[in-house]
């Protein structure tokens, strides 16, 4: 290979190679987390396995922030997660199962990684058609709304509902005053207006290192969509009877240092602010008679895009 044509190789891959070349550290800190918290905590809990009639799912809800907001009778104990993002979470829980006794209501899109024949029904598409613009997600209602409806039509099958909230966008009143700055991971207009940017999509490291919003704003807004979280799930349970639990599919970093920096979001690292979660058992007097029955196959949302952006997962 001639000098020149070296020189054209490495000036045409140069960008790909400075991004092989960053991401190495990255990939050492995720692996290097992983092996530590595996030997301390081992590999989580089976959440099918747990006696329970309904199963509560708070995305992205930290131990500690439960702990703080959570006004629910019950005994909370702490649990290790199998995931550090909802899509481990559920290859771990739920993939390759018969779980025909049960009833999946979720606003979560990795429910499209498991196949239809896994749970009796899962509801979830027909949750995106009560999409808020507004909140740019599904609201907790909506999830509650559907449970019920759920429950109602099949008293005799067991219950899991997975709400978005905590997870972003953030939708109290501290929320709603970020995303007029900034968006975490959406599309934004309004970010093009910082010096510090030129494109709409901020996460949330971004957002911070540009001074677009401080830490403790920052964990402002999560805690706001955790006590909302937790408003909807009491509501839901009350409701719901039986025994319930209430828990998290993974937790969240909030700035936490993990190895070699501070770490934001979820689904890269493994640490007990991700993977340690709550697990509120709410036994009731009367249980639910559970029965199994054919599993009914599930609709995938096509076409609704714009919405898994919103929430994060494009």
């Known amino acids: 290979m001639t000098r020149y044509m070296l020189s054209w190789f490495i000036n045409k891959n140069r960008a790909m190679f400075c991004k092989k070349i960053k991401s190495i550290p990255n990939k050492i800190e995720q692996k290097y987390s992983k092996a530590i918290f595996d030997r301390r905590y081992g590999d989580g809990i089976d959440v099918m396995d747990e006696d329970w009639d309904n199963l509560v799912i708070l995305d992205a809800c930290r131990l500690d922030a439960f702990s703080e907001y959570n006004n629910i009778d019950g005994e909370l104990k702490k649990v290790v997660s199998r995931g550090n993002h909802s899509k481990s979470f559920i290859d771990k829980n739920f993939a390759g199962r018969n779980l025909h006794d049960t009833i999946y209501i979720t606003a979560n899109p990795f429910v499209e990684r498991i196949s239809d024949d896994v749970f009796f029904r899962v509801y ?129 970093l909030l700035g936490e240092r993990v190895l070699l920096k501070k770490r934001y979001s979820h689904g890269r690292f493994h640490t007990p602010e991700l993977r340690v979660v709550p697990w509120l058992i709410v036994d009731a007097d009367e249980r639910r008679n559970i029965t199994s029955g054919s599993p009914k196959s599930f609709k995938n949302l096509e076409e609704k895009e714009t919405h898994l952006e919103a929430l994060g997962y494009k």
């Not at 808020?132 to 559907?146: C, G, H, L, Q, Y």
């Not at 709409?200 to 999560?222: D, F, T, W």
């Not at 969509?225 to 828990?247: H, P």
């Open 124 to 252: 979830y598409s027909d949750l995106f058609d009560e999409w808020d613009e507004s909140m740019n997600t599904i609201p907790p209602e909506a999830v509650v709304e559907a449970t019920i409806d759920m429950n109602r039509q099949y008293p005799n099958k067991r219950i899991i509902a997975h709400m978005m909230q905590p997870h972003a966008p953030y939708i109290g009143s501290k929320g709603k005053e970020l995303y007029n700055r900034c968006m975490f991971g959406l599309f934004n207009h309004n970010v093009k207006n910082h010096s510090d940017f030129d494109i709409p999509n901020v996460s949330i490291p971004q957002a911070m290192r540009g001074g677009l919003i401080k830490q403790h704003e920052l964990r402002q807004a999560y805690e706001e969509n955790v006590q909302i979280a937790l408003r909807n799930a009491e509501c839901l349970i009350e409701k719901l009877g039986g025994k319930s639990i209430i828990t998290a599919d993974h937790g969240e």
